[in-house]
């Protein structure tokens, strides 16, 4: 099993910035992908990044050149840095491993990020 702890939220204007991290615990994280996700009030939860096993990352369109998404296998960390945040960003954001086998999917319990002015 692996738990998982995001922290790094918080009220940011408009055009700013922020590092979400993820904290994981647990199972073996280096055999897990790893993908934040966010819901917005009234939304679905929506893919934002996803980083695999061997460092491959993938956005959603509606980011991609604003959001990075990183891991550390050693610390067992995955990180998103969000630049250029938007009003529209604002959401809960959630971490999420998903083994490379299909042996497990976990949650955090998210942060919330909120732009605005």
């Known amino acids: 099993q692996v738990q998982l702890v995001e922290s790094g939220g918080g009220l940011v204007q408009p055009g700013g910035s922020l590092r979400l991290s993820c904290a994981a615990s647990g199972s073996i994280f280096s055999r897990y992908h790893m993908v934040w996700y966010r819901q917005a009030p009234g939304k679905q939860r929506e893919l934002v990044a996803r980083?695999?096993?061997?460092?491959?990352?993938n956005y959603a369109d509606s980011v991609k050149g604003r959001f990075t998404i990183s891991r550390d296998d050693v610390k067992k960390m995955a990180y998103l840095q969000m630049n250029s945040l938007k009003p529209e960003d604002t959401a809960r954001y959630y971490c999420n491993a998903e083994h490379r086998n299909g042996f497990g999917n976990y949650w955090g319990q998210g942060t919330q990020v909120t732009v605005s002015s």
């Open positions: 980083i695999t096993t061997d460092g491959s990352t």
